[in-house]
């Protein structure tokens, strides 16, 4: 059997170069931007999201929406798992567990994947860590989740239209 959704081929080393420059310059711009409104700690949110879009949905702007979605879903997940531990004891535990084990039922079979897939679980995964439980700024995570993956989806939609823009059509 061959794989029919191959990945695109690796660029070359010039490309890699540009690439790499571009990616190190959005970086930068989004701790600048980042640092305006929140912790040098909660900005792990965006560029996680930029990793997980750019790794596993290959920066297609289509694929943005869900992803982001789930990537708030499995923050949720994991607030809701320390919030409900802390106010309702072994109960909370058991429903903030209840609810990891449907969000996991509900990507394993593919029900609603606009909201429960493969975002959702990574970042519950990250969320339900006790190291980052203890020391997160839930708001500022979410926030930091959503504008950075706002800003790195419109950068890099822009910077796509600018290439389009500006590589001649073939034959012409």
Do not use: C
């Amino acid at each position: 059997m061959t794989d029919q959704t191959s990945a695109a081929p690796p660029p070359g080393p010039m490309a890699g170069v540009v690439i790499t420059a571009i990616v190190v310059v959005l970086i930068i711009a989004w701790i600048a931007i980042g640092l305006q409104f929140m912790a040098v700690t909660s900005l792990v949110g965006g560029f996680l999201f930029l990793w997980y879009w750019a790794n596993n949905e290959q920066l297609e702007i289509r694929r943005l929406p869900p992803a982001l979605i789930g990537a708030v879903v499995g923050i949720g997940i994991g607030w809701f798992m320390l919030y409900a531990a802390t106010k309702f004891g072994g109960a909370g535990l058991a429903a903030g567990v209840g609810v990891l084990v449907l969000a996991l039922y509900l990507d394993v079979i593919k029900a609603v994947p606009m909201v429960v897939n493969t975002a959702t679980m990574l970042y519950v995964t990250i969320a339900a860590a006790p190291l980052v439980q203890l020391h997160v700024n839930w708001t500022e995570l979410v926030l930091s989740t959503v504008i950075g993956g706002l800003f790195f989806g419109g950068a890099v939609e822009g910077l796509k239209r600018l290439t389009a823009k500006a590589t001649p059509a073939p034959g012409g």
